[in-house]
């Protein structure tokens, strides 16, 4: 029974860590250049779960910029808000899920010191 919990408590801090991966994509959607990175959940050893984070070096779109007095190309971000938002679903499902089987543990456990007194 160990090792359950600290399976779900550790991936409690992975879809954390997963979510503020989206966050930081989304909030840098408008940054120039900026590059995205991707979470992605592992099982690690005792069943827990670890998370890798990836940069992706996709080029972002480009546009012309002719406000000085050379027109130049900019490339935008590579973020598409269209393929992060979808992706914070499964994420705050999962960690919905395991911090109610947290929940549930801790009262099934203050059930038996009850029933022990």
Avoid: C, W
């Amino acid at each position: 029974m160990s090792f359950s919990i600290g399976s779900n408590l550790s991936a409690l801090r992975a879809f954390g860590t997963k979510m503020s991966v989206t966050a930081n994509n989304v909030a840098n959607v408008s940054s120039e250049a900026f590059k995205k990175s991707r979470a992605v959940l592992e099982e690690g050893r005792n069943a827990a779960v670890t998370v890798d984070i990836q940069k992706i070096d996709t080029p972002g779109p480009l546009i012309h910029d002719s406000r000085g007095t050379e027109p130049v190309q900019r490339e935008l971000s590579n973020v598409d808000l269209a393929e992060e938002l979808p992706r914070t679903i499964p994420t705050s499902r999962g960690y919905e899920a395991n911090l109610e089987f947290v929940r549930t543990r801790d009262e099934m456990l203050g059930t038996v010191i009850d029933l022990l007194e």
